[in-house]
């Protein structure tokens, strides 16, 4: 072998070890995303996407029937707003018993959380309501049918944490 051979091998393998550092660190290479409007959302482990459209997404657990819904609010920060005008919607519902609301900080980010139980069904649904701005815009995410609070938090974060803007679409 001659030198030019050597350094064939040496970009080939600095080639692959940075193939691998952008798939290790990367949140969408090997998992699935949805985009709400101009974000993407990546759907976190054992989640896959049943709807998807311009401003809404629904994604569901099938193996335990927790399901996530997104909804783009719009450009304004009207989280805050939108936050206190469920919460007196749902204390008026004789139907929905409101266990928890909280804000919560994910990567600093606010948070408003709502966690309520419907009784309007014949098995009771655990319901958690939150509002978020991020990328310019304010999201609604309701997740639904979780029995277990530390795996809805963990969900919750690791959604918030993911929300990137959709560079592929001009931005507002």
């Not at 709807?51 to 920060?77: C, M, P, Q, V, W």
């Not at 310019?136 to 795996?151: A, G, M, P, R, W």
Request: with cysteine; net charge negative; aromatic share 10%.
């Amino acid at each position: 072998m001659d030198k030019r051979w050597i350094g064939i091998l040496i970009i080939l393998i600095a080639g692959c070890a940075c193939m691998y550092y952008i798939v290790d660190t990367s949140t969408t290479v090997g998992t699935s995303i949805t985009v709400v409007n101009k974000t993407v959302v990546t759907v976190p482990n054992d989640f896959s996407i049943e709807d998807s459209r311009s401003n809404t997404a629904k994604i569901i657990n099938e193996e335990t029937h927790e399901k996530i819904y997104f909804k783009d609010l719009g450009k304004k920060d009207i989280a805050l707003d939108s936050f206190n005008k469920k919460l007196n919607e749902l204390s008026g519902d004789s139907n929905i018993q409101i266990m928890n609301n909280s804000t919560v900080k994910v990567n600093n980010i606010s948070v408003y959380k709502i966690d309520c139980v419907n009784y309007t069904t014949e098995n009771a649904t655990n319901i958690s309501i939150c509002y978020a701005y991020t990328c310019y815009h304010t999201f609604s995410i309701q997740l639904k049918d979780y029995n277990d609070n530390v795996k809805l938090d963990k969900d919750l974060d690791y959604i918030i944490s993911n929300m990137k803007p959709d560079f592929k679409q001009s931005q507002d």
